[in-house]
Structure formats: structure tokens, C-alpha cells
T-cell receptor
Framework: AQTVTQSQPEMSVQEAETVTLSCTYD???????LFWYKQPPSRQMILVIR??????QNATENRFSVNFQKAAKSFSLKISDSQLGDTAMYFC??????????????FGQGTTLQVKP | ETGVTQSPTHLIKTRGQQVTLRCSSQ?????VSWYQQALGQGPQFIFQ???????GRGNFPPRFSGLQFPNYSSELNVNALELDDSALYLC?????????????FGEGSWLTVV
């Protein structure tokens, strides 16, 4: 079974600074996707960034980038130039590929990020 | 806006009752998944429907059941409600069940069981 662990329940950062959220996962699968989702107070889960495990290059989306270490099973999210609108709960999630691919997301426990003015 | 709408947004039920939650997926999306998110926790996969058939199920008892209709809208039914069923229930839709398809979430239905 796959598990996803986020060891930082809460984090804070000053506006315009950089923050890194940690995520580790455990799987025996070789082919999978990893995701970071943002959940603001509206509760709607929004995709921030995703990484295909077969790609060595780290994914980047504007101010958001990941550090994907497949051997270490680590997948951290870096937010640069933090903005007040980044305040939210962030979830790391795993999805395996394969014949029984149901598109099932396995989420971590979440990290609450507060961006301070 | 993701185009995924859920109803009702909030509801309160008594232990032992039954509840039906509804989800209207984004136009053209034939795959719907349901997740349960307890307060302060990450969402947990309940089940997925693809073209009206159940296409995978998480570790939830049979009293959690679902339906997907020909227009791809979906229902989540929970019978014999327990206090631990109190949670945010999220619906997610995608075009196809494949992992390469972007998943869009609704804003959820808050269920409180008293």
C-alpha cells in the first residue's frame, strides 16, 4: 500500500519570501504521478503542480517548483515570492499508473501555510 | 471555477439516518470520484465511477454507495449514519479514468452527524 507523509502541520512565511513544504511517500510502484494541491478556506481543492515519476526534470509552474528525489521518495514544494493569496492548506498526493489505474489519489495529512504581510 | 458543483453545501443529520449527496461534473467529464475529508485531515478515496460503472473503491464499508447517471452526474449515499461520518465530502471529475487526465474538485458538502 502507498502512504504519503507531510511532517509539517503548520508553516508560516513572510510575504515575498520563499518557503518549502516537505513530503515523503512510500511505494513499491515504479510508475506514478505526484501532485501538490492547494485547499483555501473555500475548501475547493486546486491543482498546483504535478510530476511524472519517469521524468527526471523537476516540474515548475510560475512561482511553484518541486524537488523530486525518486530514490529518497521525497517530493517537496517550493513557493517563491510568497503572496497573501498563497495562504491555504497544501496537500501532497500520489497516484499510481497501471492496469488497475483508477485515478485514485492518496493524500498526505496536509500542511497549513500562512503568508504574513 | 472548476465546473464541478455539489449539493447541498451543508447539512446536519442524526445518527442512523441516511443521506444523499449530489455532484454535477464538469461538462463532458465521464469519470467521477468521491473523497471523504475529516476535519484537519487529507481526503480519503471512497470510490470512482466511470461511464456509470464503479471503477475502484477505497476502504469504506458497503453502507457507502454511489450512482452515476447517463449525464455523468453522480450521487453518494450513506446509510446508517455514524458520528464518524461527519466530514467534508468532495466530488472530483475528469475526462477519463486515466492518471494523465486533470482532476477537478468541487467545493464539497459538509456533513455533520449528531
Amino acid at each position: 500500500a502507498q502512504t504519503v507523509t507531510q511532517s509539517q502541520p503548520e508553516m508560516s512565511v513572510q510575504e515575498a519570501e520563499t518557503v518549502t513544504l516537505s513530503c515523503t511517500y512510500d511505494t513499491s510502484e515504479n510508475n506514478y504521478y505526484l501532485f501538490w494541491y492547494k485547499q483555501p478556506p473555500s475548501r475547493q481543492m486546486i491543482l498546483v503542480i504535478r510530476q511524472e515519476a519517469y521524468k527526471q526534470q523537476n516540474a515548475t509552474e510560475n512561482r511553484f517548483s518541486v524537488n523530486f528525489q525518486k530514490a529518497a521518495k521525497s517530493f517537496s514544494l517550493k513557493i517563491s515570492d510568497s503572496q497573501l493569496g498563497d495562504t491555504a492548506m497544501y496537500f501532497c498526493a500520489f497516484m499510481k499508473l497501471g492496469s488497475s489505474n483508477t485515478g485514485k489519489l492518496i493524500f498526505g495529512q496536509g500542511t497549513t501555510l500562512q503568508v504574513k504581510p | 471555477e472548476t465546473g464541478v458543483t455539489q449539493s447541498p453545501t451543508h447539512l446536519i443529520k442524526t445518527r442512523g439516518q441516511q443521506v444523499t449527496l449530489r455532484c454535477s461534473s464538469q461538462s463532458g467529464h465521464n469519470t467521477v470520484s468521491w473523497y471523504q475529508q475529516a476535519l484537519g485531515q487529507g481526503p480519503q478515496f471512497i470510490f470512482q465511477y466511470y461511464r456509470e460503472e464503479e471503477n475502484g473503491r477505497g476502504n469504506f464499508p458497503p453502507r457507502f454507495s454511489g450512482l452515476q447517471f447517463p449525464n455523468y452526474s453522480s450521487e453518494l449515499n450513506v446509510n446508517a449514519l455514524e458520528l464518524d461520518d461527519s466530514a467534508l465530502y468532495l466530488c472530483a471529475s475528469s475526462l477519463g479514468a486515466g492518471v494523465g487526465n486533470t482532476i477537478y474538485f468541487g467545493e464539497g458538502s459538509w456533513l455533520t452527524v449528531v
